[in-house]
């Protein structure tokens, strides 16, 4: 297949790398920045750079763009995409999105199938990018009622040949309920932590859990902010259930309430032990 990557920062830059890597399809990119298509066609992970214009040239189109550009992007070039085409995205938001996309390109003939690869680092851009990101990670597919079962099968199986270890089917809205728990409040925990003053003093003082806690606070501010705003409303009552819980903590703390401390740190080891179990038998 002839396969378009929109946007290559680190996610993009990755799908052209590992697809280029581990399969023998066409890779091509699309970019607002020229430096960016050239480094991409120097490593080789790219056969060239090409503009909208060409977009009817292509099999399938993975736009890898913010929430708001990548929806604007599809949106509005749905009537070039080549008939048949299968349109997609890694927007890490999906709920109305989804929905309105898959009936949009019906409409067009074209199919959407919305995505989230479940891979990343800390920093971003082209430069960061890396064609084994993907290897072993989980693949979430936000399939609704009428998106088209072969070109599901179809986005599935290059997800395989990149290497993903497993294909995660939800609902769009139930996608971003839990990945706001998941990903995005960690995110926003991080970066408050930083935060303290005390952060100036840590240098010969920390070990692994301080790095473990601060590690995404190096984020890309405009595409979270993007993130959190597309999903505030499950984003907010996660932080709600944070600050709830860290009251609880707080004030066993501060009236030297051992019982209730001892309580609830048992409680949490429980719940972290039940989830380890859970994850291990998936494994198994």
Same mark, same amino acid.
């Given at each position: 297949m002839k396969i378009l990557v929109v946007g290559l920062g680190l996610i993009g830059g990755s799908y052209c790398k590992a697809i280029t890597s581990y399969t023998k399809h066409e890779v091509y990119g699309l970019d607002n920045n020229s430096d960016v298509i050239e480094a991409a066609k120097k490593c080789g992970c790219i056969k060239g750079g090409v503009s909208v214009s060409h977009l009817h040239?292509?099999?399938?189109? /993975?736009t890898c763009l913010h929430p708001v550009p990548a929806y604007k992007f599809m949106r509005e070039n749905m009537s070039e995409f080549k008939k048949g085409a299968i349109l997609s995205d890694v927007c890490? /938001? *999906?709920g109305q999105m989804s929905v309105n996309l898959t009936d949009l390109a019906e409409n067009m003939g074209v199919h959407y199938v919305g995505t989230h690869p479940m891979a990343g680092k800390e920093h971003f851009g082209f430069k960061f990018s890396d064609g084994s990101l993907f290897i072993g990670a989980n693949f979430i597919v936000t399939p609704v009622e009428n998106t088209n079962k072969n070109a599901l099968l179809t986005v599935e199986t290059l997800a395989k040949e990149m290497g993903f270890g497993k294909i995660v089917e939800s609902t769009p809205f139930d996608h971003d309920s839990i990945i706001a728990y998941t990903s995005q409040l960690a995110h926003v925990v991080s970066s408050a932590y930083v935060k303290s003053p005390t952060?100036? *003093?840590?240098?010969g003082f920390s070990a692994g859990s301080f790095k473990d806690m601060t590690r995404i606070a190096t984020l890309n501010e405009s595409m979270w902010t993007s993130l959190f705003l597309a999903n505030k409303e499950c984003l907010v009552f996660e932080i709600d259930e944070l600050i709830k819980h860290l009251s609880e903590y707080r004030d066993a703390i501060e009236h030297n309430n051992s019982e209730v401390l001892e309580k609830l740190l048992k409680d949490g080891r429980i719940l972290k032990e039940e989830n380890i179990r859970k994850r291990t038998v998936e494994k198994e």
């Open positions: 040239n292509f099999d399938i189109v /993975i890490g /938001i *999906k952060m100036q *003093k840590e240098l």
